[in-house]
């Protein structure tokens, strides 16, 4: 290597890999950087010191010390002593994970030879195959969510129909009355389970097609503190939301961040097992070229230690009970934050509570305000195609209650019938994407060859960006499974509102 102008020393000098040459009776004659480093010894004071007082190994699982090879067991055997994946000792105790190797060094010209350790830091190459291993369980159980919430919500959503109808139709502050509200407010709650599968489904979708706008931090804010105020059995949990209304506009997907600030605020109740306060503000701040909307929870609950909090982001890392919690809802949160281009940190200690702070970019223009009728001239009439018919009549319930005109069928085929006959006075058709045969995305394409500006919202279980990554085509609303009679009416009424204006600007123009 000499003969190539590069001086052996000065190889040695800068391999990252730990260096460590002794003489034949085992005592160090020389160490690179690297291996000063490693050890936590200089070479000038481990100079003439035995191997095995500067190295120190332990195995990674059994935290059992391994035998450093001695000059004796080479004189027999030439062959190199290897320990994969254990943990180096430096001077002070510090714990680094090392791949090491002994070898004999045979000297041609002389009956004399020494010994080589070599040790690689395989800190980076652990933690990759972590990050990998934990990619493979998210994806998992992602697709196991995925599934689970889709059927879960539309069982959800029958049993929400049966229980709302039988609550209409008895008398109030009856025992059975009392029970039928009972069940629905289980419905809410179990509501907040299948929220909480979705937003495990989602977070290893790492598509960017997803629906990132101007939305109102307030009312996003304002939504998930009402799902949960109307879902959670326990009153000890109080919620102080400061000025709402003067909170600025964000970048982001609202049922995602609905999701995101839901699973935040079930830490925040679970962190408060005798109750207490979550409260909830926002500031604003500039990073670089971007303006950012900061939203601030805190809590009074029990904080986090040091050693929880540098693992509070980590996949499957939770200090609930087993059967608990999943240890995924940082980790979902910390995804879709990222992905909408901000950060998010957190402060805690223990018996002081926690202060998580959602950095969010700021939306340069206020989105303008939805103009809506003030009263409606003529009936609007809807199609809904849903093969679910206990959901189908629900819904078609629901509508016909607030003085819409229904056609309702659970065959696609149908469905497309109806609206080929109807095409004139049909102002909104509601589609599940998943049926028997021919599916919702038929369905859709269908009405659209009919009618390219027709108004259409889609339902499913599934998320709305795996929705939208199935159907490309046309511009439509979306409504995910299960969904109350309000949620059903105030979409309907904002997308009726909205092909309105559409309609009024085309006209003008």
């Not at 830091?121 to 990050?131: R, S």
């Not at 195609?385 to 659970?410: C, Q």
């Amino acid at each position: 290597m000499e003969q190539s102008g590069i001086p052996c020393d000065l190889i040695l000098q800068n391999l990252p890999e730990a260096v460590i040459v002794t003489d034949k009776k085992w005592s160090i004659v020389y160490m690179n950087p690297a291996a000063e480093t490693l050890t936590g010894w200089i070479q000038k004071t481990a100079l003439g010191k035995d191997l095995s007082q500067i190295v120190r190994l332990l195995g990674r699982e059994n935290r059992q010390e391994l035998k450093i090879p001695s000059a004796h067991g080479f004189q027999n055997d030439k062959k190199s002593v290897n320990y994969l994946q254990c943990l180096s000792l430096s001077a002070d105790n510090a714990e680094t994970p090392v791949d090491a190797s002994f070898a004999a060094i045979a000297n041609p010209r002389s009956a004399g030879h020494g010994y080589l350790a070599i040790m690689s830091d395989i800190t980076a190459c652990l933690k990759l195959n972590e990050e990998h291993v934990n990619r493979q369980k998210i994806s998992a159980i992602s697709n196991m969510a995925n599934y689970l919430a889709r059927d879960f919500s539309d069982s959800l959503g029958t049993i929400s129909g049966h229980a709302s109808a039988i609550a209409d139709n008895l008398i109030p502050k009856t025992r059975a009355h009392e029970e039928a509200l009972r069940i629905l407010q289980a419905t809410k709650r179990a509501g907040i389970l299948a929220k909480h599968l979705m937003s495990i489904a989602r977070i290893s979708d790492t598509s960017t097609d997803m629906k990132v706008e101007a939305i109102s931090l307030g009312t996003v804010v304002k939504d998930a503190v009402k799902i949960l105020e109307e879902s959670l059995l326990s009153q000890t949990t109080s919620f102080k939301i400061r000025n709402p209304e003067g909170m600025p506009h964000i970048m982001a997907d609202e049922r995602q961040l609905v999701d995101c600030l839901i699973n935040l605020l079930l830490n925040s109740i679970d962190a408060m097992p005798n109750g207490g306060t979550v409260a909830i503000d926002a500031a604003e701040t500039v990073s670089g070229k971007n303006s950012f909307a900061v939203l601030r929870l805190r809590d009074s609950g029990v904080g986090m230690t040091k050693d929880v909090l540098m693992r509070a982001f980590d996949p499957f890392f939770t200090t609930k009970p087993a059967g608990a919690g999943s240890g995924l809802g940082l980790t979902v949160v910390k995804s879709f934050i990222e992905r909408w281009g901000g950060f998010i940190k957190i402060r805690s200690r223990p018996d002081h509570g926690t202060s998580i702070r959602l950095f969010m970019r700021k939306a340069r223009v206020q989105p303008a305000r939805m103009t809506t009728r003030s009263a409606k001239v003529t009936l609007e009439t809807i199609l809904i195609v849903d093969d679910s018919k206990p959901l189908l009549e629900k819904n078609a319930a629901i509508l016909r209650n607030a003085d819409y005109n229904v056609h309702a069928t659970t065959s696609a085929d149908d469905g497309i019938e109806l609206y080929a006959k109807h095409a004139d006075e049909i102002d909104l058709a509601i589609i599940d994407l998943v049926m028997p045969g021919t599916d919702g995305r038929k369905v859709l394409e269908k009405i659209l060859a009919l009618n390219p500006t027709a108004s259409i919202i889609m339902t499913s279980g599934f998320s709305r960006d795996y929705v939208r990554k199935t159907l490309e085509r046309g511009a439509w609303g979306f409504i995910q499974k299960p969904f109350t009679a309000d949620h059903l009416l105030t979409t309907v009424r904002k997308t009726l509102d909205q092909n309105s204006v559409l309609q009024a600007d085309s006209f003008t123009a």
